[in-house]
């Protein structure tokens, strides 16, 4: 099922779930023992990040050799064996960097070949040691031109002119920042990029992660008066640890309210700091759920634990 009729249909509040794939040489039993506690809540369904190879330089008898090497391979497998094994709809998410428009598309036939008719579109995040992204030769720099690619794709029309071309049929998630993108000026430049990703075809947009309610609000309201009218999951992420507290900030760009840290730093052991961070976790889902979102999207960050302490509190 399309992720944008699974919102649509959806009476209920539903849950979602963003899974990593396992570095590589682990066993993909890993992910699994992550999902299994986790059907009990019935994801509408699963996301599956994707992940830019890190380029090294190694010298081997003098010569010097450039080689790619990806920590986290098998978005797509992963997703073919989630939905297998689950039967839950799962969603790859796909990247700019490492692509050329025809890599694009040649792995977008792949999944419109194995059935996968979700897709995620984000740009990805710098390659792991480079501070900026840079985008492939005859590659997208922005992922509004990856959504503009698969929704011409969705119309039969490839890169170059097919005869009797069939056309695609993907469903397109984007992100969104209710705190504002890092490289963005300002938030309304921000937000008007994301009405753009919209209007090339994106059906809906999953933000990133936040901690306050009025931090979602405020963004809502701000895509709705600029006539973004797509829906806009809230992405939500269990905090469970001291470490988190700096780690979140420094890898998301996103900040922590102090009533949450204060909570945290009040604690006096791991356990109390976990209690208080999914605590307040649970307490802003239930002000989502209060304005009416149609689901929350879960970042499991590859560990399921904090997760389900979470759907635990909040639905069983
Ligand atoms: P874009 O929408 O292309 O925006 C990037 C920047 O360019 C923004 O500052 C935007 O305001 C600006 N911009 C956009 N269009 C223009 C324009 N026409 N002219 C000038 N500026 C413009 N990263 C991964 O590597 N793998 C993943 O699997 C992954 N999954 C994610 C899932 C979610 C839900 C979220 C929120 C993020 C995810 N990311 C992932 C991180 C994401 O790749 C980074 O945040 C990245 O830096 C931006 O991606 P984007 O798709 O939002 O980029």
Redesign the pocket.
């Known amino acids: 099922m399309h992720v944008i009729d699974a919102i649509n249909q959806s009476k209920d509040i539903f849950i979602s779930l963003?899974i990593t794939p396992p570095n590589k040489g682990q066993s993909i039993e890993e992910l699994f023992q992550v999902i299994d506690p986790l059907t009990e809540f019935n994801p509408a369904f699963i996301s599956v990040?994707?992940?830019?190879p890190q380029v090294v330089y190694e010298e081997r008898d003098g010569v010097i050799y450039r080689i790619p090497k990806r920590k986290k391979p098998g978005t797509v497998g992963i997703c073919a064996a989630v939905t297998n094994r689950y039967k839950i709809d799962t969603v790859p998410?796909f990247?700019l960097?490492g692509f050329s428009k025809f890599e694009t598309e040649d792995a977008l036939i792949d999944l419109h070949f194995l059935g996968i008719e979700n897709i995620?579109?984000?740009?990805?995040?710098p390659a792991p040691g480079e501070k900026t992204?840079i985008p492939e030769k005859d590659g997208h720099r922005?992922?509004?031109e990856l959504v503009q690619q698969i929704n011409k794709m969705n119309k039969g029309e490839y890169l170059e002119p097919l005869e009797s071309a069939k056309p695609t049929n993907f469903c397109i998630g984007?992100?969104?920042?209710p705190e504002k993108?890092?490289?963005?000026p300002n938030a309304q430049?921000?937000m008007a990029?994301?009405k753009?990703?919209v209007e090339q075809g994106a059906h809906y947009i999953?933000?990133?992660m936040f901690f306050s309610f009025q931090v979602y609000k405020t963004f809502v309201e701000k895509a709705r008066e600029i006539g973004i009218e797509v829906p806009i999951l809230p992405?939500i992420k269990p905090i469970s640890t001291m470490g988190q507290l700096s780690s979140l900030p420094r890898d998301f760009h996103i900040s922590l309210p102090s009533e949450l840290v204060e909570a945290m730093e009040g604690a006096k052991t791991p356990t109390e700091v976990r209690k208080a961070g999914i605590g307040y976790t649970k307490k802003l889902c239930e002000e989502l759920i209060d304005y009416g979102v149609p689901g929350i999207h879960v970042y499991t960050m590859g560990k399921g634990t904090a997760t389900q302490e979470l759907l635990i509190q909040l639905f069983r």
């Open positions: 963003e990040t994707y992940h830019q998410h990247i960097g995620f579109a984000v740009r990805g995040d992204f922005y992922a509004s984007v992100a969104g920042y993108h890092y490289e963005s430049k921000d990029f994301l753009n990703k999953i933000t990133q992405g």
